[in-house]
């Protein structure tokens, strides 16, 4: 860095331009020192940026052209608004003015926010840069001082998930600046006009991706190979699952896939009042299941998810739904079963049995699997359970006494 006298004693980090798919950050018109326009319109809750920038091995530092951007973290305003469109967004410039003779310069009434701060020079290629300065209500924060600095080129391949080709457009940038680039179809990119300094972080991302980052330093009148980027497929939750009753005891679901990549989706169930279990997996870009050999009548929430080797995404939305609902009756000393909806599909049940003694008072069970009864059929009324479709027949009781009206 240089002194106030403008003595050099030092090197600061500084910004980057681009050049492939890439847009330069424009100085726009200069204006006086101190005639700014604040980010956010209407905002009445101000602060000042002051500070110097010095040209090397110069003792004018008039004219040096000094930038402001509103910056969140990593992520300049222009940065959002070109991940937001889609495209490249120029520099979206809060405020703006140029250093008299001792490098002196100050902004006054910016919003309270955080700023990136650019200082170049229209005499030279030189640049600098400062990121993530805090504007103060009612304070005048003395910024660190910009030392532009020669500059050298940024280069590198960034994929989707180890691709060859396909990585068109992925958007790559130094952090903390609104100098980007796009990658062209293998995946390369080119960016040109960096200020010296070391450790840059140089972000790459893509929307339903990872995001990949890698330190850099920057040498003057050098190309700096980045190396090879990969942005690994996210896994969203599926959305939109649905249930439909497809049969007596059968539900179907379907979902809607919206990871690019998964090896699968976990479907889990559970009955209205009890926890989650899996129950099936299926194939990628399955987007339905067939659950079978459910109660009847019964009630069953369920979710899905995607995954991915040991990476799961979110869980869907539930969705509750119940299979197809039978009456039991009794008639004549028989048990029948018929369709709740219209009543069609009546079934002897107590006719598989092959007796003639009084079977009567049914209940289902629970989870609609099976049917508890009494009858008299070996001389005493005792309780009975049976399937659901009247098979398996079973005594349990057997006392002196009548066993009758069973309840679950």
């Not at 006298?5 to 910004?15: L, P, Q």
């Not at 992520?75 to 120029?90: A, Q």
């Not at 009148?221 to 896994?235: H, N, S």
């Not at 009794?330 to 007796?355: C, E, K």
Request: glycine share 10%.
């Amino acid at each position: 860095m240089r002194n106030r006298s403008g003595e050099f004693v030092g090197v600061f980090f500084v910004i980057i331009s681009l050049v492939v798919i890439v847009v330069g950050c424009s100085t726009g018109g200069i204006s006086p020192p101190g005639e700014i326009s604040p980010p956010g319109g209407g905002e009445s809750i101000t602060g000042d940026i002051i500070g110097y920038a010095f040209l090397k091995n110069e003792s004018d530092h008039s004219g040096i052209i000094i930038t402001v951007e509103g910056v969140s973290g990593i992520t300049t305003t222009s940065v959002k608004e070109t991940i937001k469109i889609g495209s490249i967004s120029p520099m979206a410039v809060s405020a703006q003015t140029t250093t008299d003779t001792s490098g002196y310069y100050e902004l006054k009434g910016l919003v309270v926010d955080n700023y990136t701060i650019y200082a170049s020079s229209m005499a030279s290629l030189e640049k600098a840069v400062i990121t993530n300065v805090e504007v103060i209500a009612g304070q005048s924060v003395t910024a660190d001082d910009l030392n532009l600095t020669p500059v050298g080129s940024i280069t590198g391949t960034v994929t989707l998930n180890g691709a060859v080709s396909g990585n068109l457009g992925i958007l790559v940038f130094v952090a903390g600046t609104s100098y980007m680039a796009v990658t062209n179809d293998a995946g390369q990119f080119f960016i040109s006009g960096v200020p010296t300094g070391t450790d840059y972080e140089l972000v790459a991302l893509r929307e339903e991706y990872s995001v990949a980052t890698v330190q850099v330093e920057v040498t003057a009148a050098v190309v700096t190979d980045a190396g090879m980027l990969t942005l690994e497929p996210l896994l969203p939750a599926p959305t939109g699952v649905y249930a439909v009753t497809a049969g007596l005891r059968e539900i179907e679901l379907s979902w809607n896939d919206n990871s690019l990549a998964e090896d699968g989706f976990e479907i889990e169930r559970r009955p209205l009042f009890g926890s989650y279990a899996l129950v099936a997996t299926v194939g990628a870009g399955t987007t339905n299941y067939l659950d079978q050999s459910l109660g009847e009548g019964a009630r069953y929430c369920y979710r899905v998810r995607a995954y991915r080797g040991g990476v799961s995404s979110p869980y869907s939305n539930e969705i509750e739904t119940v299979t197809s609902r039978r009456i039991l009756f009794h008639s004549g000393s028989q048990i029948y079963v018929m369709n709740a909806d219209d009543g069609s599909g009546q079934t002897n049940l107590s006719y598989l049995s092959n007796n003639t003694a009084n079977d009567d008072s049914p209940a289902w069970s629970p989870d609609g699997t099976q049917i508890a009864f009494h009858s008299n059929r070996d001389s005493k009324t005792e309780i009975y359970v049976m399937n659901a479709d009247g098979s398996v027949q079973t005594n349990l009781t057997n006392n002196t006494r009548n066993d009758s009206r069973p309840a679950w």
